[in-house]
């Protein structure tokens, strides 16, 4: 189980297209988020996710606040931090840049199996023309020698999507503009009455 | 949006073309963005403001060796053209250049040190490479320059913080304090940061002698604050606020 070689991380539609949004709706940030989880034999279910900033993502105070919060509120549903999404300033930067990897290395302390998903725009933009039911990142795991390693296409579908339409949905979502509505933890703290757990934004 | 014709308009229709340009440019609108330009092509044919108009063009398309011609020559005719200096650090940042990047700025600021917004651009690239002691110079300047401004204080505090060590973070804690006073207590992550900056003191000051003496109170103060805000504003956060200080074993 150690270092991850035949893990598989499912996604629930909701976790997933919640932080795409996010992405969507900062164009011109970087953005990330954190995944929330449990694993079950071998495999890691990512069941919900926590948008966090898009605006000094290296800067650790709004971290660290964020990470306890997040956690303290999942423990109490049995859930924990699996997991943690990037999303590149340029659209065509596909780079784990330092900030994404050192976030990944602190989770990874606490859950050995965190995987790193990193949005990729190209999968992104391509998926109105093709039927690709899987995930628009690039999946990121801890090999034996402490890197962070992208999982190729020749491993197999290491992540998939829960429910195989979630990239039907997603298109629906951004055809109407939903990442409008998505909050993260940087709009909460610039004023703590909005929601990062959006809990109305798929109802 | 487009200018008609309208007579009423008189001279201030030319710079509305050029502000929709520019904005058309912002929304990849680039055919918009050329209609407008054509426009005052012919009206102003040897102009250097359309010209820069043109530049900004290329670099709305992306023809980055055109663009950076461009900017070049025009910045050869006037070297104090403050928006082509910018245009073009941003022509490099958007290639993924960042360290040219933030040679151009640098070599911008020796020459225009009150533009703050440089300043910031500056700071925030340094931050997204971890280069967190050039970020903390450039919000010195900014702090130096506007020391009202809370934000600049915040963004140090959170620098320093960053960087980490006790003489850091007793300096951190100094300048969420100033951001506490400039905004009237009214600022979430200055009141999160004295908390987190007590709690790191504390760890690291274990065993040691050096003492904060007044941590305890404003750390008490500020999550006091914390607690009256959630529980007024976000009560369904509230016990999530509350375990979070217990797990950064606050005092209260």
Known sequence: MGSGGELRYEISQNAYIKLVLHSLKHKTSAVNGVFLGRSCDDVVQIIDSVPLFHNHLGLLPPLEISLIMIEEHYAALGLGIVGYFHANERSDDVELGNVAKNIGDHIYRYFPQAAILLLDNKKLEA?????????????????????????????????????????VVLLDYISSKKWEDVVDFDDHLDDITKDWLNPELFK | MTPRKDPSLGPEEWTLYEQVAVAAMDCQSLDVAKDCVNVLQKKFPESKRVGRLEAMLLEAKGSWGEAEKAYSSLLEDNPFDQVVHKRRVALVKAQGNLSGAIDLLNKYLETFMADHDAWR?????????????????CYEELI???????????????????????????????????TIDLTGGKNTRALFGICLCTSAI???????????????????????????????????????????????????
């Open chain 2, 202 to 252: 504390t760890q690291l000051s274990k065993g040691r002698n050096k003492e904060d003496k007044d941590s305890p109170d404003l750390q008490s103060l500020a999550s006091a604050a914390l607690e009256k805000e959630y529980k007024r504003r976000a009560s369904d956060k509230l016990s999530a606020l509350t375990l979070a200080f217990k797990t950064l074993k606050v005092s209260s």
């Open chain 2, 144 to 178: 130096l320059s506007q020391p009202t401004v809370p934000l600049y204080h915040l963004a140090y505090a959170d620098v320093l913080y960053t960087l980490g060590g006790i003489e850091n973070l007793l300096t951190a804690k100094k300048y969420y304090s100033i």
């Open chain 2, 121 to 137: 651009e500056l700071a925030e690239i340094y931050i997204s490479l971890q280069m967190y002691k050039q970020a903390a110079f």
């Open chain 1, 127 to 167: 998926l109105p023309k093709g039927k690709d039911r899987l995930p628009v990142t690039r999946l990121y795991t801890r090999d034996a020698s402490k890197n962070w390693k992208l999982a190729g296409s020749d491993g197999g579908c290491r992540l998939t999507t829960k429910e195989p339409a979630a990239n």
